[in-house]
């Protein structure tokens, strides 16, 4: 079963600036829409930006022009690099693979973002 493995979370102050990672055991993806979600104290798990296989991005309204999702195919890795920070960023953020016309999805371990002063 492929597995995800996300880093890069830590503190940080508003306005600044973290990059995420999430590696994949083997290359999906061609094969697999990824992502990016989080879940703030106390709320559901939201999607945050997502690129299907095919390479086309979405992001959530809250992080346009702020974070951007980028992949590097030859090291099966997804980065989201956010940038002015909001302390209403603060979440534990997961890295999502599903694969689409099935219900087949994997998840990440999350990696914890808190943006304070």
């Known amino acids: 079963q492929v597995q995800l493995v996300e880093s890069g979370g830590g503190l940080v102050q508003p306005g600044g600036s973290l990059r995420l990672s999430c590696t994949a055991s083997e290359s999906i993806f061609g094969i697999a829409t990824m992502g990016w979600y989080r879940q703030p104290p106390e709320k559901p798990r939201e999607s945050v930006a997502t690129v299907t296989r095919g390479g086309v991005k979405s992001y959530a309204d809250s992080v346009k022009d702020r974070f951007t999702l980028s992949r590097d195919i030859f090291r099966n890795t997804l980065y989201l690099q956010m940038n002015n920070l909001k302390p209403e960023d603060t979440a534990v953020y997961y890295c999502?693979?599903?694969?689409?016309?099935?219900?087949?999805?994997?998840w990440g371990q999350g990696t914890l973002v808190t943006v304070s002063s």
């Open positions: 999502n693979a599903a694969w689409p016309g099935t219900n087949l999805e994997v």
